[in-house]
């Protein structure tokens, strides 16, 4: 893979997939994480004279233009962290992109539009995404791909425009996999992985590489009463994905017989109703009341998932252990943070939710190995999944 190191880019208007996509309260940004990652390849190619177009997406507009996932406040935040203007187009590849881009000297930096306000972007046709792809890496002479958080998707913006265009990967993609590769290559042992979190049909992928590579698999989260089911546990109205219970009982006996620990909750923080301030009753966890939902593990969990940390050489953890996002259930989250912050070897956070739950509950970025900016990305990865992103990056 090419770095930025090797492209000429003075002068040169340069094209950067970035990972923007950063959780929003209104236009207020909750966790501007995924923008200061993105400012070091930024910076730099701005530093050496290259024009710089940034392009990003934003939830999920579905292709329609959403005025409240506009990139703008993203756009304004970056200008902040840049330390330097930041022109804004108010559409991808219209008439204010080509404005904008045509307007831009050295040094300086835009922000298009939200790249999912374009249904051709996220297309499974893919006439229909090179034909956007064709639009948007018209104007720009060279392709930087920074986006770690989006390379497993086969997006125009991801996968068709670096084919178009001279390229190289940026420099938080380049630490991204790097840090992948220190995971999937000869980790320090014991291994513990560590998943939660809210959708556990896009996790089981992982699930099935995971046992070839980890000692300990240590399940919370509201994937969790998915493996309660599959162990033969009521589990009320908690988060369950049924259709995925099989599925789940295949992975378990797998785990058996390669020899992996499994590490399910004992005890659950349940609720009679979502919300904050409902009463929390701790129940164990095959005695789920069938009007009660789990939205935390319980403290001998707390307890029990410490412990299975305490020995780890290695840790990789996705998926928060409750709705952390409501301050009574974050309390298991909180623990496995502070038990993987007091891992003595590599520990790595990754995962949007996850990212933004440890800064929320008060974490230095530092008191982990490395928090990746890519929840999905680095899942993907670590099921040994061909990544669009890097495979186009690739010379
Ligand atoms: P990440 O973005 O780190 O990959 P996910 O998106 O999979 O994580 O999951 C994060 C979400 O999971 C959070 O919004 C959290 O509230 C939710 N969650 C965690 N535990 C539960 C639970 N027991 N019930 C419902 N939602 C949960
Ligand atoms: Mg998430």
């Known amino acids: ?84 203007e930041v022109r804004f187009a108010s559409d991808v590849v219209g008439a204010s992109a080509a404005d904008t881009v045509a307007a831009l000297v050295d040094g300086d930096v835009a922000v298009l539009e939200n790249l999912r306000f374009e249904a051709a972007e996220t297309s499974k046709d893919d006439a229909e995404r090179g034909a956007f792809a064709e639009k948007l890496a018209g104007p720009a002479e060279l392709y930087v791909g920074d986006g770690f958080g989006a390379v497993h998707r086969r997006h125009a913006s991801v996968y068709d425009v670096p084919r178009r265009l001279p390229h190289a990967a940026g420099g938080l993609v380049l630490a991204e996999v790097e ?57 009320g109205r908690s988060l369950l994905e049924a259709d995925q219970v099989e599925a789940v009982r295949g992975y378990l006996d797998t785990a058996e017989a390669k020899g992996v620990e499994v590490v399910l909750p004992v005890d659950v923080v349940t609720v009679a109703e979502f919300k904050a301030d409902a009463e929390a009753v701790v129940v164990a966890s095959d005695a789920i009341p069938a009007d009660r939902e789990g939205v935390d593990i319980g403290p001998r969990t707390r307890e029990l998932f410490e412990g299975k940390l305490a020995d780890a050489a290695t840790v990789f953890w996705n998926g928060p252990m409750g709705v952390f996002e409501m301050a009574p259930f974050a309390a298991g989250t909180k623990a496995v943070a502070q038990a993987i912050s007091e891992v003595d070897g590599l520990t790595v956070v990754g995962g949007g939710d996850s990212a933004a739950a440890v800064r929320q509950l008060g974490f230095a970025d530092e008191a982990f190995g490395h928090i990746s900016t890519g929840g999905g990305a680095s899942l993907e990865y670590l099921e040994g999944k061909t990544l669009p992103g890097l495979e186009a990056l690739e010379d």
């Open 1 to 84: 893979m090419k770095t930025i190191d090797d492209l000429d880019v003075a002068g040169r208007r340069v094209l950067v997939r970035s990972d923007l996509n950063v959780p929003l309260d209104g236009t207020r940004i909750t966790d501007d994480g995924r923008i200061r990652a993105s400012v070091p390849t930024i910076a730099t190619l701005a530093e050496r004279g290259a024009r710089v177009v940034v392009c990003a997406h934003l939830g999920r507009p579905k292709g329609q233009v959403r005025p409240g996932l506009s990139l703008r406040p993203v756009a304004t935040r970056l200008g902040e962290l840049l330390g330097r």
């Open 179 to 235: 840090v992948l590769r220190r995971l999937t290559t000869s980790p320090k042992r014991p291994y513990v992985v560590v998943l939660g979190g809210a959708k556990l049909s896009d996790k089981l992928g992982v699930i099935a590489g995971v046992l070839d590579l980890a000692d300990r698999l240590v399940i919370g989260g509201g994937m969790g009463y998915t493996f309660l089911k599959a162990q033969g546990h009521e589990v």
